[in-house]
């Protein structure tokens, strides 16, 4: 295992699956709350093996998934783009520089862009978020060595960045809207193929400027559960001494009946943090062809230690069963959008 170093490997790498997650919690002038997610994957298809894409005839593809919530009027706008092409100076910066588009949109591209452009500043667009992120911490290195050991055959190199301090525009309705708020950044990269996993997993910043980020990956009694949190003045500490369960709360999903939870209590005893996260939203639901997860913020409150806390998270609910029905007709539409955008490719 190599050790992490950076502004290199923020860049592409030559694994079977590797994605750039952005997620945050944001507010415009008059107060009203938003939530976005901004996430590209990079795969190697005979690797990775999804079943609904399998008979592409290409050996690697990028694709994102998006998300905007207006929270205060219980908004849920969701993009899926099952292939995206990338600009020729794509990875090729010293710093990372991402511009890709969905080239089956009709009367130009929408370019989108993920980019380092200094030191500690970032910049992503898409449909629904043009934002600038600064980044107040070094990167928390999940695991303590960016490095994290689920199971046999399951290993990721994966860092985070906790605690950016973000404002730009949001668009909503054609209406670009000004806002200011708090981003969270993950990158992983690994060779595994992801396809029947599932996992728990909770971006968490707290008021008091500490973060933490953890997960449950497995069922049942075969699981791996890991804590990391990074403090005010950037120290980190690393524990798999937490305890994930959910409350009463749930949400079934009138599209793929997936029930998913709405609450959850996590306790890491060792960091003596207690605390309860609530969904601000039911229904925030991705679903890629087969696959389908539960995406979204959540209000934070509770102890670490004999002090309150208070702040907001994200979870990610992977591998939750479902009723996705017509399978044929989900593997042929979306082979026929990837082969469109791959035969647009070839002729340029």
């Known amino acids: 295992m190599k050790e992490l170093s950076f502004p290199g490997d923020e860049l592409i790498h030559n694994h079977s699956i590797e994605w750039w997650y952005w997620n945050g919690h944001l507010q415009d002038r008059q107060g009203r709350k938003y939530s976005y997610m901004n996430c590209l994957f990079h795969a190697k298809l005979k690797e990775v093996q999804f079943p609904f894409i399998r008979s592409v005839p290409v050996d690697k593809i990028f694709f994102s998934h998006s998300l905007l919530s207006d929270i205060s009027r219980k908004k849920f706008i969701a993009h899926v783009d099952f292939i995206n092409l990338m600009s020729r100076d794509s990875f090729r910066r ?3 520089f991402i511009n890709y588009a969905n080239p089956i949109l009709v009367d130009g591209f929408l370019n989108k862009v993920m980019e380092r452009t200094d030191q500690q500043t970032y910049h992503i667009k898409n449909e629904n978020v043009d934002l600038q992120l600064v980044s107040t911490k070094k990167p928390l290195l ?3 060595q960016g490095y994290v050991r ?5 290993s990721s190199f994966y860092y985070s960045l906790t605690n950016l301090r973000t404002s730009g525009f949001i668009t909503v309705k054609n209406n670009r809207i000004p806002v ?4 969270w950044m993950d990158h992983q990269w690994a060779n595994v193929k992801y396809i029947k996993d599932r996992w728990t997993w909770f971006s968490v910043q707290l008021e008091n400027n500490i973060e933490l980020v953890c997960y449950e990956y497995g069922h049942s009694s075969n699981t791996v559960k890991q804590a990391s949190i990074i403090l005010q003045n950037g120290r980190q500490f690393h524990t798999k001494d ?10 079934t999903s009138p599209k793929t009946k997936a029930e998913y939870p709405l609450e959850w209590f996590v306790e890491i005893p060792e960091y003596k943090i ?5 969904a601000n939203l039911s229904r925030q639901e991705m679903v890629y062809g087969t696959i389908n997860y539960w995406e979204g913020s959540l209000t934070v409150s509770g102890n670490m230690g004999n ?7 994200f979870a990610e609910l992977v591998g939750y069963p479902a009723e996705i029905s017509n399978y044929k007709f989900i593997k042929s539409s979306i082979t026929d959008i990837i082969r469109k955008g791959w035969d647009i490719v070839k002729r340029r």
């Open 242 to 251: 937490i305890h994930i369960s959910s409350g009463n709360n749930k949400w």
């Open 94 to 96: 010293p710093l990372l």
């Open 180 to 183: 200011t708020g708090q981003s």
């Open 307 to 313: 002090k309150r806390v208070t702040g907001h998270a």
């Open 274 to 278: 207690k605390i309860r996260l609530c």
């Open 150 to 154: 689920l199971m046999p055959g399951r």
């Open 142 to 144: 999940t695991g303590g």
